[in-house]
């Protein structure tokens, strides 16, 4: 069975109170809930971990192999500022698809570049929680493909 790893990244916590205009009334509880959920019906084992701290995000990604066959993430603010969890996913090989709720592209200029995006198998963007489900079907493909 392959087992997947879902990262959030800071401020998701927050998800249902913190701009909903943005990003929508779902809890990150209730996108968890649907992960497990979908990976139940895909056949896969899905964790699901949020932190603020870029550091713990970076030693969960290390410490992801050989326990995870792949990677889930949205990395938040993160996503634009961090070479370092961009290292740790290239130092690890784990194949990861890069998620947000928003459309990144859309909004402010400085959201328009992922350092994360030259080293995901895809990005999903833009669908609010149905990103993670789009997401998750994408990542579980490719690593279905691979064996």
Do not use: C
Request: no cysteine; net charge negative; proline share 3%.
């Amino acid at each position: 069975m392959l087992h997947i790893l879902v990262l959030h990244g800071p401020n998701l916590n927050l998800l249902g109170v913190r701009e909903p205009e943005v990003y929508g009334a779902t809890t990150l509880d209730e996108i968890n809930a649907m992960l497990l959920t979908l990976g139940k019906d895909l056949g896969v084992s899905v964790e699901a971990r949020q932190s603020n701290n870029e550091g713990e995000l970076v030693t969960w990604i290390q410490q992801a192999q050989p326990q995870f066959q792949g990677l889930l993430l949205n990395a938040a603010a993160y996503t634009h500022t961090s070479i370092a969890l961009r290292d740790a996913i290239v130092g690890v090989g784990l194949p990861m698809v890069e998620v947000h709720l928003s459309n990144i592209h859309r909004r402010e200029s400085f959201r328009h570049h992922s350092y994360l995006a030259s080293v995901a198998l895809g990005q999903i963007v833009g669908f609010g929680p149905h990103s993670y489900a789009l997401g998750l079907r994408a990542l579980v493909n490719a690593l279905q493909e691979t064996v």
